[in-house]
């Protein structure tokens, strides 16, 4: 059983602790977060988009009481400041989105974890990022990165498609939930267009999500790209992927490869397809990384190609990453 500690309680961290509850093969030994206690607990009890939480969430003492499971609080700052040697952590799962440079992820490695698993991108040429799936073997390494959610969305589809038709370039636009970057009132950013209210606005800006994807598939540097925009919906994301294919295919040719991708012991948990005509709210706590949508598949003159995945930009993410763990750490 694999010991595991979260540092950050915020909504990947809380959803990365219900999944890891419900897995046998994982033991929580502690989380770690600057927030109250009893404010944590009520935030893993009530959640506005996934619902009330099944289980009883109690405190006692200095320590979070999951259905009577005990699990130790910590509200250090510094991740060099944690129990982790004492507790013998396998993996923490780094999920605060302060600590994803190296150096910074290397403090949990100094005060005793295993293994690091940063929960978003990282600027740091040395850390691999591994979208489970696509690259799962690049997992084998002290620190590496989960990406985002939206590129392990993405990933997948341009490894599948690259891998039975081949790709010349793509674009992508992620339409995307709020998160807690989006203002809910109009205020100052630093991302200026950011600052509009997240509430009453589609809202045009950047992602890293193409870029990380050639982290993970370097083949297609220099070759994908992509934008995002914000809309006011609290979860539920799609991305749709515009790509150049480097010979003719049909809308009837990429829905069978898809279907039989997403039996395939490589991508049976990680992609799902559907043909019925869903929404957003559909994909609320999918755990897959990708549904993709064969009804809106799109093929223009034999290689202009439009594919739809939709994700819960949450539940799905978190999940990637409880896989990755259970694969390779």
Excluded at 49 to 76: C, T
Excluded at 146 to 162: F, K, M
Excluded at 175 to 183: D, E, G, P, Q
Aim: charged share 25%; proline share 4%.
């Amino acid at each position: 059983m694999k010991k595991i500690a979260i540092n950050g309680m915020g909504r990947i961290g809380r959803a990365s602790l219900k999944i890891i509850l419900d897995n046998p093969a994982l033991d929580l030994v502690a989380v770690n977060d600057i927030a109250s206690i009893e404010n944590i607990a009520y935030l893993l009890k009530y959640d506005s988009v996934h619902g009330i939480f099944e289980k009883d969430v109690n405190v006692e003492n200095d320590s979070l009481l999951v259905n009577g499971k005990k699990i130790p609080f910590y509200s250090q700052r510094n991740p060099e400041d944690l129990p982790w040697k004492e507790l013998d952590v396998d993996v923490v799962i780094e999920s605060t989105g302060f600590f994803t440079k190296e150096e910074d992820a290397q403090k949990h490695v100094d005060a005793g974890a295993k293994v690091v698993v940063i929960s978003g991108p990282t600027a740091s040429g040395g850390v691999p990022t591994v979208i489970h799936g696509v690259n799962t073997k690049d997992g084998k390494n002290t620190i590496f990165s989960c990406a985002s959610c939206t590129t392990n969305n993405i990933s997948p589809v341009i490894e599948i498609l690259g891998r039975r038709i081949g790709i010349a370039k793509a674009i992508m636009t992620t339409v995307h939930a709020n998160t807690s970057s989006n203002s809910t009132v109009d205020a100052p950013s630093k991302k200026t267009r950011m600052g509009r209210s997240g509430m009453n606005n589609l809202i045009p800006t950047s992602t890293g999500a193409a870029t990380a994807t050639t982290k993970s598939l370097p083949e297609y540097a220099g070759k994908f790209d992509g934008m995002a925009i914000r809309v006011p919906v609290a979860i539920g994301s799609v991305s749709d992927i515009t790509l150049v294919t480097t010979r003719k295919t049909s809308k009837e040719e990429l829905n069978q490869i898809f279907t039989e991708e997403a039996s395939t012991a490589r991508y049976k948990n990680v992609i799902r397809v559907t043909n019925d005509p869903i929404v957003s709210s559909d994909i609320v706590k999918d755990p897959h990384a990708a549904v993709i949508d064969l009804e809106m598949t799109k093929v223009v003159d034999g290689d202009l190609v439009k594919v739809l995945a939709w994700y819960d930009n949450e539940w799905g993410f978190a999940n990637q990453m409880i896989r990755q763990i259970l694969e390779n750490v």
